[in-house]
């Protein structure tokens, strides 16, 4: 009898231990399955830290495009108005020329007419001169 309650008493010492070693080895689970939420939360947390830095990049890339756009219209509107300036110039470079042609040949036509005056005169006066001898 006293076997069999030695036997006993081992049998519930060892279903104790048992126990207990499956109650540790639970916890022991648990915590690395908490470590391992709190880790996949901390992740999750830095995944969402990083999208929101994206969406800020994103918002800032899209306000230089736009700046930008704005930048380029000026520009274009800039080489329209020089376009359109360089044309009146251009004409009026062209009817400067004319004008410019059109003295040119009124000044030759002056000098030629003075010219022809003063010839006519000087030869009057040599004529007088030699019908007056």
Request: net charge negative; charged share 35%; proline share 0%.
């Amino acid at each position: 009898d006293e076997d069999e309650d030695e036997e006993g008493m081992d049998d519930a010492v060892e279903d104790e231990e048992l126990l207990r070693s499956r109650q540790v080895a639970a916890q022991q689970r648990e915590q690395e399955e908490f470590r391992a939420v709190r880790e996949r939360e901390a992740a999750l947390r830095a995944l969402e830290n990083d999208i929101l830095d994206v969406h800020d990049i994103f918002r800032d890339l899209s306000q230089m495009v736009h700046d930008q756009g704005e930048t380029v219209d000026n520009i274009e509107d800039n080489v329209e108005a020089t376009a359109i300036e360089v044309e009146g110039a251009s004409q009026a470079l062209k009817h400067g020329a004319r004008y410019q042609t059109r003295v040119r040949a009124k000044r030759c036509a002056i000098v030629g007419a003075v010219a022809g005056v003063i010839s006519v005169i000087v030869l009057i006066i040599i004529l007088a001169n030699l019908y007056h001898k």
